[in-house]
């Protein structure tokens, strides 16, 4: 059976180098290359829900990859593909970034300029490193179907949009619905999650930062476990503690809470940090919350343009959601819809304070009355987004929480 192997680079030429030298390999069937780390990731997910065994037993990482940086592409390959093995071309193949590789779980590494020797015995080596997994696991390999948990970041167009309430929601809905769900408060410096559920607590997000290694003692260690039921990554109680927190500590702490979690939902505030970006960008649902007057929707139609001129995410893949909407205001959602050119959730969130303010002033969002509409719309907006196990859904089982196509990160 020949050898399925997956090109990942940015660089034009260098990827069509190497390409062409993996095509001269005996056994080796090289895949169309992917140009940068959203597109592997999302042609490594669609494939593995499919089946595992669609998987490409190799694939090739060029150091000149990006948005995300190659080693920290290679740790979320690893992680939430472990039956692929990854090898790294650089032009340093010194001691330090070999350890550096292999701890970020490459399973070996090749110097530019390209040798059809060294690479040929790396792919084979590499190959069948693969197929061994992938043998011993025998049926045990649906687990590795690598897709994870679902991700869902939830930003405001501005503060006070209501952001944290959807947020809150969504993943209340989701834990109802017997999913296994993490919330996270990446709103670093004025996250509120905590005070809307009326929680003390000691471990943060920030404790998680400088961590190289996030493993399931250390990150159980750091979750609050909800009365409901949901697993709380708070933003720290000292706003300027969120400056620990890096691009690279965010992916790796939502990769590691995806991998154990069937829902991960991320309330990423108003403001953008370098953490709040790379969970939006590496998220499968992107929500945008605005409510329908001149000052959001400009917030929206900013925050839009500024994450596409920031290579986050273009204007389609992320998906805007009407919050206190009525039939009497001037701005309705199919405008906001045209003016920030992204995708509309079919859901809109009611007009409708009375019904919140007693369980917000109270700190017990989650008591939330059965009978509110702005509950039934968010609770219908999670059953939308495919975050809500429908009643005739086997066991719990990680990955199967992905959203409808239209929602999805990449659409292929």
């Not at 669609?54 to 740790?75: D, F, K, T, W």
Request: negative net charge.
């Amino acid at each position: 059976m020949p050898t399925r192997i997956l090109p990942a680079g940015a660089d034009p030429d260098a990827v069509r180098s190497l390409t062409t030298l993996l095509s001269q390999l005996p056994d080796a069937e090289p895949q169309p290359p992917v140009t940068d780390s959203t597109q592997l990731v999302d042609t490594l997910a669609r494939l593995a829900a499919e089946s595992v065994e669609e998987l490409p037993e190799v694939v090739v990482v060029h150091e000149r990859i990006g948005p995300v940086p190659a080693l920290e592409l290679i740790r979320e390959v690893a992680l939430r593909f472990p039956a692929v093995g990854v090898i790294l071309v650089t032009t340093d193949a010194g001691p330090g970034l070999f350890a550096a590789a292999m701890d970020s779980g490459a399973r070996g590494l090749v110097a530019l300029p390209l040798s059809y020797e060294e690479l040929a015995s790396r792919v084979q080596a590499v190959a069948q490193w693969s197929t061994g997994v992938r043998r011993h696991l025998g049926h045990g390999a649906e687990v590795l179907a690598g897709a994870g948990g679902t991700v869902v970041t939830v930003s405001g167009a501005k503060g006070g949009v209501g952001a944290t309430l959807t947020a809150i929601q969504l993943a209340l809905a989701a834990q109802a619905s017997g999913r296994a769900t993490a919330l996270v408060d990446l709103d670093l410096q004025t996250g509120d999650i905590a005070s809307y559920l009326d929680i003390q607590f000691r471990r943060s997000v920030a404790d998680l930062a400088a961590i190289t290694d996030v493993s399931p003692r250390v990150l159980a260690d750091a979750v609050f476990r909800h009365d409901t039921g949901l697993a709380l990554l708070l933003a720290p109680g000292e706003g300027e503690r969120g400056e620990e927190v890096s691009d690279r500590a965010a992916r790796q702490i939502v990769s590691a809470l995806r991998s154990r979690y069937e829902v991960v939902v991320v309330d990423c505030g108003a403001q953008l940090s370098g953490a709040g970006a790379a969970v939006v960008e590496m998220a499968d649902t992107a929500l945008l919350v605005t409510t329908p007057d001149v000052i959001a929707v400009r917030g929206a139609k900013r925050t839009v343009r500024m994450w596409d001129r920031l290579q986050i995410r273009k204007a389609e893949e992320t998906t805007v959601v009407v919050n206190r909407h009525s039939r009497g205001t001037e701005i309705q959602p199919a405008l906001v819809q045209r003016i920030t050119g992204t995708a509309l959730a079919r859901t809109a969130v009611p007009a409708n304070f009375k019904e919140l303010q007693g369980v917000v002033d109270a700190g017990r969002l989650h008591e939330l009355d059965a009978r509110s509409t702005v509950k039934q719309a968010l609770w219908a907006l999670a059953g939308e987004l495919g975050l809500v196990r429908a009643p005739d859904e086997g066991a719990s089982h990680r990955g199967g929480g992905r959203g409808p196509v239209g929602f999805r990160r990449r659409k292929e």
